[in-house]
């Protein structure tokens, strides 16, 4: 089935460590984003790409690095120099020209 | 993209209309009301999307007023698990620059009761 994955569901990580969240779609779509939620609160955009090898900060993008090498994956790694990384993370994608974006079940991560 | 307002909780009797609004009175003519809820702890899923006409799909209704400052998200029969937060969004559709953002507010948290 076409959708758009995000893994793993649950992540644990100490403090100082940087850590991936992977996010893989096959619904051909060339925009991806990255999302943080906070407990209680909307989603703030961390980055998104309209293409591969191309991508843009959003409102959120300190302590945060994104990769687009190929256009089903866009891979986020939270680095130690983000402050307060304990969040669920959601990833999406959307088709070019249309604007219904496809979202993950998200990915908590926890830091401690 | 334009501001939207909406109130931070609503509730609905299970069966009955649940009717939520968004007010978006800076919107620009060439931007779009789209509406999306995310139950807890998932990934929110798109619902319906307009430009000025009234639209209906098979999840609901959304209801856009003649001087497009405000909108109206409709769902006929309301069921517990239509119990989510719901989002209201403006944005242009056509791509380039920026507009592939999209940016998502507090929302209304719906809760249907029996």
């Known amino acids: 089935d076409g959708g758009i994955t995000q893994s793993p569901k649950y992540l644990f990580r100490k403090e100082g460590q940087n850590v991936t969240l992977s996010c893989e779609q096959n619904l051909n779509h060339d925009a991806m984003y990255w999302y943080r939620q906070d407990p209680g609160q909307g989603l703030r955009l961390i980055y998104y790409s309209q293409i591969v090898n191309d991508f843009q900060k959003g409102d959120i993008a300190e302590g945060y690095s994104v990769s687009r090498e190929k256009k089903e994956s866009f891979p986020l790694t939270v680095t130690s120099a983000q402050k307060n990384p304990t969040a669920f993370y959601l990833c999406a994608s959307s088709i070019r020209r249309l604007t219904e974006a496809f979202f993950g079940q998200g990915t908590r991560l926890t830091v401690v | ?114």
């Open chain 2, 1 to 114: 993209d334009a501001k939207t307002t909406q109130p931070p909780s609503m509730d609905c009797a299970e069966g009955r209309a649940a009717n939520l609004p968004c007010n978006h009175s800076t919107i620009s003519g060439n931007e779009y009301v789209y509406w999306y809820r995310q139950i807890h702890s998932q990934g929110p899923q798109y619902i319906i999307h307009g430009l000025k006409n009234n639209e209906t799909n098979e999840m609901a209704s959304l209801i856009i007023t003649e001087d497009r400052k405000s909108s109206t998200l409709i769902l006929p029969h309301a069921t517990l698990r239509d119990t989510a937060v719901y989002y209201c969004i403006v944005r242009v559709a056509e791509s380039g620059g920026s507009n592939y953002k999209l940016t998502f507010g507090k929302g209304t948290l719906l809760t249907v009761n029996p």
